[in-house]
Structures are given as structure tokens and as C-alpha cells.
DNA sequence: ATATTATGAATGAATCATCATTCACCAAGA
DNA sequence: TCTTGGTGAATGATGATTCATTCATAATAT
């Protein structure tokens, strides 16, 4: 079980993903992207769902791999923010079409219980929350409630990502960070 | 043809969509929750994709609506922003199944040409940004990319209805605007 | 008023295409 | 030889859509 043909399937059902949506994805078209029999995918995965949220699962580690430093990191909560929206969305312009399926594929009740969409959509507007507690703590943003902060801010930056895959603009992820944070920080800002 | 019929339809299928996303569901499931037979639907309807379509453009005429009424009122961007806000919210509550389809269900090439979805997501940002640009204009908010600043700002209100509807804490909507506003005005005001 | 006919909404069993998944069989390397 | 991984045709389930039929009501005729 060689790990790159798992990887060779992972980048292949990314690309038909983005495209046609996670329902109107046919195995055997993510098997000719990959160059490979429909059957081999069902020697690394045991369905089509499994595919979709090892996808998932294998972004939501990266970006609580940056969050994690980001806590770390010897800096206050702003600049914080923008190393991780940074890494965010450059990861975004490296892979537009992980990013496609990121902000598209929503948490449903699929045939097994998926839970790595539900993670994602959980877990990061989490760590926001906890980062923007502890900025609260330390008087580095203005009174507001972090649970619906974190909440507007996931939602912005979902926001952002949308609009660049819809209009085929990804220079847009460069220059949305400064806008994005401009308008944060003079709205929470003490 | 009784209009009456279509409208239960179209309420049925929100009961089931939201429930359980538009591929899972079942035009029978659907046909059961309006006390309908299967068939019947497709007097009405010719697809099932067409009942979703007919979901999001009821949807978007009311929003549209809003906004149109909204542009005309004697009041600053934020009063209009607020007004919007609030009937946006209101509608929600009053059919959170709804909400959980407005911010679920994504633009993808469906059987028929979708389009519903794409102008919802498009129609919105856009009536948002010739808002901010006319505010721009009038010197009421401080100067910003209007585009984006539009994409932030719809990303924010979806991000709180999908907490709302996350958590299934409505609740959240009644403060939400506050908070959000709060955020925004100190953000942008000049 | 009563009978006759037309209309079209409603029905749901039957159809039919669509894939995800399986598995019997290969091929190559150890 | 044996094991591991690859293959893709065949299977089987699923579920959207169709359509022949029913039936209530309306329109028209007697």
C-alpha cells in the first residue's frame, strides 16, 4: 500500500470535486483523472464518502497545525490573525480548487456518519474563539462577545474565499487579508 | 392548478431538504410531507432540481425587496444596513429550515442549468457593494475596497445564520445584528 | 332538473438509467 | 510459489420521472 497512490486519489477527487460537486462526482471519473481502475480507489478508501472527508480532514490538520503556532508565536492577537489568514489563504491560491470545495461542501447526513465537514466548520471558528478570549483577557480587543466574533470572522473569511473562486480572481486572496484585517482592527480595536 | 399546491410543495420540500440536504432527498419523502402523491410533484414541478430552484428565487425576491426598499429610505448606510439585517434575520427565525438551505446549499452544475443559487449568492454581495459604494460616495464610510468589503460583509451575515443555525440557538439572531453592526460601524465609520 | 360529456388534477405502480461497490482474475516482484 | 496490489466488467440498489388510469367537478345539452 504504497501512500502516494492515497495522495494520487486525494489530488485526483479534488480536482473532479471542485468541479462537479461531491454528488455529481462519478468514481470512475476521479479513477481517470488518476490514472488508475475505479477499483483501486477502493483499495485506499471504502467509499466515495470516505474520499471527501479524508480531504477534509487532511486541510483541517494544516490549518490547526498554523493555528497551534500561531498561539505560540510571541505576538498579539492581530498579528496572530493575519499570519494565519496568510497561510490561509496562500494555501487557498496553491490549491483554488481545495479552496472551491472548502467553502461548497456542507455538512449533510451522508450514507455513513461523516463527521470531518462538521469538524472543520467547527473547529476553526473554536480555536478563533479561544485566541480571541485570551486577546479579551489581555485587553487587546475591545469588549465583544468571541463566540459570535468568531463566528462573523470565519464567516468573513469564507466569504472572501467565495467571492475569489467565483470570480476566478485569486489575486484578490492577496490583497483581502490587509482589507479584511483593516476592518477588524478598527472595529475591535481598543 | 391551484397555487396553494405548489406552495405546499415548496414547504414540504423545505421541511426535507433542510433535514437532509437536496441529493438525499427523496422526491417520495417530499410527496409524504405535503400528503401528496409522488406524481403529483411533477404537475407542479418539473424536477426536483426545479423546486429548489423555485426555493432560492422565492427567497432572493424577498431579500431583493428588502434592499430595494432599503435603498430608498431617507436614513445612512448603517440605518439601511441594520434594516436590512434585521428583516434578513427576522425571516430566518420565523423559518430557520430555510436559512439552514440559504447558507447550505452551493452553486453546482446540476442536471438541468442551475441557476437560483448562483444569482442568490451573486444578486445580494452585489446590491451590498452599490450600498457601500454610494456611501463611499456621500463620505459615510471610511474608504475601502467596496467589492470586498461586500464579500466580507455577506460572509458575516451566512457565518452568524450558520452559528445560529449550528447551534440551534435562534436566539442568536436577535443579537447578532448588534454585535455585528458594532463591529462594522467601528470598522468603517469615518 | 337531470343526464351526458369534457376537463384536468391527482395518483402511484412500473420504468429505466445511473452509479457505487464488489470480486474474480491478472501481473509483477519477492 | 506466494503475496501484494491492480483491474474493470458485472452486480444490485436506488430513486427520479413517467403515464395510463381514476375521479371529482364543471360545462353543456335535453
Redesign the pocket.
Known sequence: ??EN?KELIRKAAIKVMAEMGF???????I?DEA??????????F????DILEYIFAVELEKRMVYLEQVKNVEADFWEKLEIFLRKHFNEIKDNPDTGKILVSEKEFPR?SGSKAIGDYLYAIPDKLDYLLTDALKNGEVKECNPEITAAIIFGAIQGVVEKAIKNDNLTLLDSAPEELLKLLKRGLNI
Open positions: 500500500m504504497e497512490k454528488y455529481n462526482t462519478k468514481a470512475s471519473r479513477a490514472g488508475i481502475a475505479v477499483g483501486t480507489i477502493y483499495n485506499y471504502n467509499s466515495k464518502e450514507k
